[in-house]
């Protein structure tokens, strides 16, 4: 099965960036019909760390992991969060915006560092990539230029928010590509 871990965003936050991206060249082209690839805010959400193929007899032994990073991150309360500004990965078909993760990262960053610690020491797959945290807001590909989406996202702020809880989420990729939360942990 195919895994990630992830913090989603409260829908008021998901809402208020919905209605920032819907005045968005990006937003407009989606409405008169350009398949720009717009997320799914029912799958918004931040990734701390991607598994990618894990066995089935291996999930007791991811959740046992994911527990103890947790169990050695939590505060006396919850990261506070907020999501602004906007970047882009890749180029050409490969183009994806996003919009940044802001308030106490370094809590998510420590988060996502002991995720991967209790990963490696219990000998199961992840991803090595340095920690971005971000929410992708279209995978737009080739198809519509987001150099000035972008800029005009380094003026957003959204609502401050609580990251109460993080999730193992499974992903089944396709045309109907959807998400199932396999365990969720406290912060």
């Known amino acids: 099965m195919r895994l ?6 409260p829908p008021e936050a998901l809402a208020d960036l919905a209605a920032q991206v819907a005045r968005l060249r990006i937003g407009l082209a989606a409405t008169a019909g350009t398949n ?4 799914d805010p029912a799958n918004a959400h931040v990734t701390l760390a991607f598994l990618g193929e894990v066995e089935d007899d291996r ?10 990073a947790v169990g050695s991150c939590q505060g006396p309360e919850p990261p506070r969060l907020r999501l602004g500004r906007g970047g882009q990965f890749g180029r050409g078909r490969s183009t994806v ?4 993760v802001l308030g106490e990262v370094e809590r998510l960053r420590t988060l996502a560092e002991r995720i991967r610690d209790e990963l490696r020491a219990a000998g ?4 090595d990539r340095p920690f971005r945290p971000h ?9 519509l230029d987001v150099e000035e989406d972008r800029i005009a996202l380094n ?15 499974r992903s089944h990729l396709g045309p109907d590509r959807r998400y199932d939360h396999r365990a969720t942990w406290p912060l």
């Open 97 to 100: 915006l996003w919009v940044d």
């Open 36 to 39: 720009v690839r717009l997320a």
């Open 135 to 143: 929410l992708t807001i279209a995978r737009p590909g080739d198809r």
């Open 124 to 127: 199961l797959p992840h991803d």
């Open 59 to 68: 999930l007791a032994a991811v959740e046992d992991a994911l527990g103890r």
């Open 155 to 169: 003026g957003y702020l959204g609502p401050s928010w609580p990251a109460t809880e993080m999730a193992l989420v």
């Open 4 to 9: 990630f871990v992830a913090i989603h965003p």
